[in-house]
């Protein structure tokens, strides 16, 4: 193994560029491509390259792998496949040989990426290398040995390429022969083989060139004049030279020359132009061919022939290209395009019975191949099909008419069909020679022809014969005759024909009989033609004429009643003659039966449908019926009086109207009389009366509702059904009607004269009605006066109460509920009072009386008229509470005597169940607090506080007693003149929660007589309970945190039926932009316009300066809009209108006097304070 390290050399044009020496195994060195370059492998400085070498395309770098099995390249060749240039190697004669691909393989330039190739030295040397130069400084980098051969020897040595050195000029020192060279014997074949000395077009690479010469010449392969590869001659003087055209769709005239070692170039071979084409043709299109066989049958699609040659004809190819006709893959035919682009190719197939598939394919003049047009299956057969069996055919005319074995016909077509025939041939029908029809054999062996016969009084010799698919024709079955024959026979002529009954009475001109047979004789008929005697379309007797022109027909008529009799001829062909004119027979040998009473119907004048046992009021009464015998007479009777006669009709069917002239029972039957005034039974009496006399008129009617409300002379209900009742006379009908007379109900006055209506009133509103009867007759009286009648049964709405005041006064908004109706107020269950509501919708309550302590739970209802009561509203908690303090002679009960009213001496002391004030040993203020208490204030709550008072020394300097809570007073001063107590009374709302001093003070400066007593301070705390909010700000005066939470800016409601004060919980969130009830169900926020300046945000949905909120949540939901009465008066809400806000509508209401704006989602409940 040869340890010396490898070189490579880059060649740029006739310079050497760079010389490097590749590093140790598992380090790559790395190249910079430019177009055209060549790159020269060397064992050391000149010995022989690796003969093989691995090289891999990445990306558009090429990796070369010089040791077998390496995996890291020893050289990167960088953009070699965007600048691409040739890849060399030393070989052991010293020159460069061209690094190509092994065997069979890709061309490495042509590598796809990520794909590797083995490349060898091929057997041609490297062209392009003459005349090499080198580099600045880069001859210094080269051996001794090489330095003592001559740098440019050594250059020559290391390139491999032939370097003249001087030789053009130390003539001493050429030992060559200079004679020009000439060429020897040439070979061109393409990559197939394929000789292309004379030209032409191939479409595989490389082109081989290969010939003999001089040793050591030069042999050059030029395209036009540009050398394009070379090679130099081997010691047996032979050389190859593979040639890669690119394919460009031109001509290349290709040539070779020679040229000696002294440059002295010899004369080239005349040049042979070749091209390079890959591209196959296009698949012939079968719409530019023609498939005929030799009797001129079309098989472009497929079928049989009987008939060689197949021709295959073809036009728009492309000239000089070969057409090949093939049988499944095997070629049979094939022929030259010519210059008009039309080609013809006659195809021979064998009689095998076999199917071929025919296919057509191009090839070019390079060798590509077309694809092959769709197979055409084409059989060959020339064996004719058997003559078809009379015993599998039927011939029948359109009359349905056997003609299988001749004779007449008047009715087109005349079908032809059979059945065991082979599938896919065509049966043909003849009329003599002419085909007259045909038609393909179906899958089943069955096939059918019409054939239509012309009308020319001749016989036609019909025949059928069997073609198959190949064209091959059968024998023909024996001929047919049929003739068609569509004339009718004349009419049969009365004069000719005589008509008698059994007793020989003439009845030619028709009339009545009771003896069969009825004979039917004539004279002068076509002797053959069939005779037909009819009752109506019915055929009742023929005959054929005789010889002689004479015929007769006996006929038996089977049925009573008229009969139509006429006589028809019919010819041998089927042709009917006009009938003669009607015979009107009528047969009576019978008399008429009963008619059917399920046939028969009665009906009055006004339409009414009478059976046994009704009434009637109208006449005429119409007695009709079905199933009787046309002509006879019908008969109405009452009882054995005919009082009604009429006929039936062609149609079997009757109708008599009869009128009923007294008011009685009339007994009505029927029966049928025949024209020869037989008459047949009646049928069984059906009892009917006339009457004309209306019932008396309804009176004394009661009406009850489902809950037994009186109703007889009107009201309101919400119970269904209302029932009337009442007396009549037994079997009228009651009427229950509304003003306009539609029907709300009947019934029938019973046997013991009594009846009664059940009558669901109708959800429309209020209506009034009326009562009458209705005799069986139809008779009807007059009614009962009008009766004003409402119902409805669905409940009011529930009541929305609002907590006014702590005394306490509760009410609704206006518009909630409908004006009149009755609002119940309730303690649980405990009524308390009513209120009637406004007309606006509104209503109030407060109790009659001071409201006694205790804990309530308010609830409303309303009642409307029609005694539906609303679902109780929302519970409104409530409760009042009084506290006495009863001072006596040791306790104060908490109360607690002011610094100014305790000092020593003083005597003022809790004293005989009073508190007794003395200032006559006091010092200073007199006028300040005598006694205080703290008490626990809540916010909203209604406190009212007294205490009694008198005087101990009255008429002089009388005390002056007042209440202050806080320090602030709450009642002026009093003056206190009187022995008797006084009751010192005030009442104030508490305004926050909490302790407060409560207090009495003493107005009276003045120091003698100034003494006083006080007992029995009492105070009353009244007001709503947690959980409820007086309108106007009063209520609880916080909310628990886990009543509502705050996400970012949106206040969320956790609760259900809940009430939220937002006002009492603006300590508790900021920056509030919406307010969220929905999801919870029935909850109530307060929200006032000082609510929104605190809390609100400006601009948030308008752009107007105003703070803005937006409230969301559901129907059930309620917003409550407060008013205030501020520095500006009292401020209200007003409403702007509606406005859209992501798909959502909002009512938008606006403060009267300040910049808020408040947007409430459509559909919550709005009350305005």
């Not at 060279?181 to 004379?198: H, T, V, W, Y």
């Amino acid at each position: 193994m040869n340890s010396t390290p490898l070189n490579i050399m880059v060649v740029n044009g006739n310079e050497i560029i760079s010389s490097s020496e590749l590093p140790a195994q598992g380090q790559a060195i790395y190249i910079k491509a430019a177009k055209d370059q060549k790159y020269l492998i060397t064992q050391g400085k000149d010995g022989a390259a690796p003969e093989h070498i691995t090289v891999k395309r990445v990306g558009d770098d090429l990796q070369v792998f010089t040791q077998e099995g390496a995996e890291q390249p020893d050289l990167i060749i960088e953009d070699f496949y965007t600048q691409q240039g040739e890849l060399a190697g030393m070989a052991e004669d010293g020159t460069y040989h061209t690094y190509a691909a092994a065997g069979d393989g890709e061309a490495f330039s042509m590598l796809e990426d990520g794909a590797s190739a083995t490349l060898l030295l091929s057997n041609t040397a490297t062209t392009g290398l003459v005349g090499l130069g080198a580099a600045g400084g880069l001859l210094a980098g080269m051996s001794a040995g090489m330095l003592a051969a001559g740098a440019l020897a050594a250059v020559a040595a290391i390139t491999g390429v032939a370097v003249a050195v001087k030789n053009s000029n130390d003539k001493g020192s050429d030992h060559h022969d200079n004679t020009p060279p000439q060429p020897g014997d040439l070979s061109i074949r393409d990559g197939n083989g394929k000789d292309m000395s004379q030209g032409g077009d191939f479409n595989t690479s490389p082109l081989v060139f290969s010939g003999t010469g001089r040793p050591g010449d030069t042999a050059i392969v030029y395209d036009g004049d540009k050398p394009i590869a070379e090679a130099i001659i081997g010691e047996d003087g032979k050389w190859t030279i593979p040639v890669t055209l690119p394919e460009d769709g031109q001509d290349h005239d290709l040539s070779v020359g020679y040229k000696g070692p002294g440059g002295q170039e010899g004369p080239r071979t005349d040049p042979v132009s070749v091209g390079y084409d890959s591209t196959p043709p296009a698949t012939p299109n079968p719409d530019d061919m023609t498939i005929v066989d030799g009797d001129g049958k079309d098989l472009s699609n497929g079928g049989s022939s009987k008939a060689n040659p197949i021709d295959f004809r073809g036009e728009n190819a492309t000239p000089g290209d070969t057409v090949i006709v093939y049988d499944g893959d095997k070629p049979i035919g094939s022929v030259i395009v010519g210059e008009d682009g039309r080609w013809h190719i006659p195809v021979t197939l064998p009689e095998d019975g076999q199917e071929h598939d025919l296919s057509v394919g191009i090839k070019d003049p390079a060798g590509n191949e077309s694809g092959r047009t769709p197979g055409v299956g084409i059989g060959y057969d020339g064996t004719p099909p058997t003559t078809p069996n009379p015993d599998d055919m039927t011939i029948v005319d359109g009359d349905g008419k056997d003609l299988s074995n001749g004779g007449s016909s008047k009715a087109n077509p005349i079908d032809f069909r059979g059945e065991n025939a082979t599938p896919g041939d065509t049966v043909i029908v003849y009329d003599g020679d002419t085909p007259v029809g045909s038609v393909i054999v179906g899958e089943d062996g069955s096939w059918h022809i019409p054939v239509t016969l012309p009308e020319d009084g001749q016989e036609h010799d019909l025949s059928v014969g069997v073609t198959d698919p190949a064209g091959n024709q059968s024998a023909r079955t024996p001929g047919v005759g049929i003739g068609y024959d569509t004339t009718p026979p004349a009419a049969p002529n009365p004069a000719d024909m005589t008509v008698t009954d059994g007793t020989g009475q003439d009845l030619s001109a028709g009339g009545n009989t009771k003896t069969n047979p009825i004979d039917f004789r004539g004279e002068n008929a076509e002797p053959g033609a069939t005779v037909i005697v009819y009752d109506g379309d019915k055929p009742v007797g023929s005959v054929i004429v005789g010889d002689d022109g004479t015929w007769h027909i006996p006929v038996d008529l089977d049925t009573d009643g008229r009969h139509d009799l006429s006589v028809g001829f019919t010819d041998p062909a089927g042709n009917e003659s006009d009938r003669s004119p009607a015979y009107d027979v009528g047969f009576y040998e019978n008399p008429p039966l009963a008619p059917n009473a399920d046939d028969i119907s009665i009906v009055d004048g006004n339409g009414k449908e009478l059976n046994p046992g009704d009434d009637t009021n109208s006449n005429p009464v119409t007695v009709s019926g079905s199933g009787g015998r046309p002509g006879d007479a019908v008969i109405i009777y009452d009882g054995a009086n005919e009082i009604g006669r009429g006929v039936v009709g062609d149609n079997g069917e009757w109708r008599v109207p009869v009128t009923l002239s007294d008011e009685r029972d009339y007994d009505l039957s029927v029966g049928y009389e025949d024209p020869m005034n037989t008459a047949g039974p009646a049928t069984s009496p059906v009892v009917i009366g006339y009457d004309v006399t209306p019932p008396a008129d309804p009176t004394n009617v009661m009406i009850e509702d489902a809950n037994g409300k009186d109703l007889s002379a009107g009201g309101y209900t919400n119970a269904n059904p209302v029932s009337f009742s009442g007396s009549g006379e037994e079997g009228d009908i009651v009427i229950i009607r509304d003003a306009s007379g539609n029907e709300l109900g009947r019934g029938v006055v019973d046997d013991k004269g009594q009846w009664q209506v059940p009558v669901t009133m109708p959800s429309t509103g209020d209506i009034n009605v009326n009562v009458g009867f209705e005799d069986s007759a139809g008779n009807q009286s007059g009614t009962t006066p009008p009766v004003d009648l409402g119902y409805n049964s669905t409940p009011p709405s529930t009541p929305v109460v609002t907590l006014d005041n702590n005394d306490p006064t509760l009410s609704g908004a206006p518009g909630s509920l409908q004006p009149g109706d009755n609002v119940e107020i309730f303690d649980g269950t405990t009524s308390l009072g009513n209120a009637t509501i406004n007309p606006d919708g509104s209503w109030s309550w407060t109790p009659p009386a001071t409201i006694a302590d205790g804990d309530y739970q308010f609830i409303a209802k309303v009642t409307d008229k029609y005694g539906n009561t609303s679902a109780d509203s929302k519970v409104v908690a409530y409760s009042s509470d009084t506290t006495v303090w009863d001072f006596d002679d040791s306790s104060n009960p908490g109360w607690t005597i002011s610094d100014a009213y305790s000092q020593a001496g003083m005597g003022n002391a809790f004293q005989s169940g009073a508190f007794f004030a003395n200032t006559l040993y006091h010092d200073g203020q007199y006028a300040d607090d005598v006694l205080y208490k703290e008490i626990n204030l809540v916010k909203g709550q209604t406190y009212t506080f007294s205490f009694d008072a008198w005087s101990n020394s009255p008429g002089i300097n009388d005390s002056a007693l007042g209440i202050m809570l806080d320090g602030k007073i709450l009642l002026n001063a009093e003056i206190i003149s009187e022995t008797t107590p006084k009751t010192i009374t005030v009442t104030f709302v508490a305004q926050n929660d909490g302790p407060a001093k409560l207090s009495i003070f003493n107005g009276q400066e003045k120091e003698y007589g100034n003494d006083f007593w006080i007992d029995n301070p009492t105070i009353n705390q009244k007001g709503p309970t947690s959980g409820n909010v007086i309108s106007g700000g009063l209520g609880i005066n916080s909310q628990d945190d886990e009543a509502f939470t705050q996400t970012g800016h949106k206040l969320l409601l956790n609760q259900d039926e809940a009430v939220l004060d937002l006002s009492k919980v603006a300590d508790q969130v900021q920056d509030v932009n919406s307010v969220s009830l929905e999801g919870h169900g029935a909850n109530t926020l307060n929200i006032s316009i000082n609510d929104v300046l605190t809390l609100g945000k400006e601009d948030l949905y308008f752009q107007d300066g105003s703070k803005q909120m937006m409230i969301n949540g559901d129907k059930e939901d309620t917003v409550n809009l407060e008013s205030i009465n501020g520095d500006r008066g009292i401020e209200n809400w007003n409403s702007l209108g509606e406005v859209n806000v992501n798909g959502t509508v909002y009512n938008v209401y606006q403060s009267d006097n300040h910049d808020v704006e408040l947007l409430i989602q459509q559909g919550i409940q709005i009350q305005q304070q």
